[in-house]
């Protein structure tokens, strides 16, 4: 399928994510396989937001930890244990992790020493969390209800399109 994005250039936050999140649910309901569209996904959030890193971590269900999936960024930790930094805490806890400033969260794993802020959210498949979405940014403070609103609604399309 081909895809053109169509986000306005001077656009609020807010108005980018309310154009964004249509295209995003028109892109992933039309291909149901879980890594090609999780990789779409990171493309257009990175595209649409220049996020410093932006990418997925998987349960491993047979090592019993996080293991990367797409991204867009740099080299990043291969795998996460459960409860170990905030990817960790947010599969653990199944709740929305925003970390205004990386260097105060005990066990933060810096997977490149210029992230500064991240905002962790997670995806449930029959009541479990199944995936999360990691958004790093190289400035303090970085991300706000603002980002965590839409990104949840983007948590819930995943569930719908692609985990159910
Ligand atoms: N900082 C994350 C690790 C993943 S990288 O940032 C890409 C954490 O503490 O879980």
């Not at 960790?88 to 105060?104: D, E, F, R």
Request: aromatic content about 10%.
């Amino acid at each position: 399928m081909s895809f053109q994005l169509n986000i306005s250039e001077n656009a609020t936050k807010a108005d980018k994510y309310n154009e964004l999140l249509p295209q995003l649910e028109a892109l992933i309901q039309s291909e149901n396989n879980l890594m090609a569209s999780l990789g779409n996904i990171t493309a257009v959030l990175k595209q649409t937001f220049g996020f410093f890193w932006v990418g997925f971590y998987l349960k491993d269900e047979a090592a019993q930890n996080l293991v990367l999936g797409p991204f867009q960024g740099s080299v990043a930790c291969t795998r996460i244990n459960f409860g170990r930094g905030v990817c960790g805490a947010c599969y653990s806890t199944g709740q929305v992790q925003l970390v205004p400033n990386v260097h105060l969260f005990e066990g933060h794993i810096a997977c490149d020493a210029r992230s500064q802020s991240e905002i962790v959210l997670p995806a449930f498949q029959n009541g479990q969390v199944h995936l999360v979405l990691d958004i790093d940014s190289d400035k303090l403070n970085d991300f706000d209800d603002t980002d965590q609103h839409y990104l949840e609604t983007l948590m819930r399309l995943i569930e719908t399109y692609l985990l159910s």
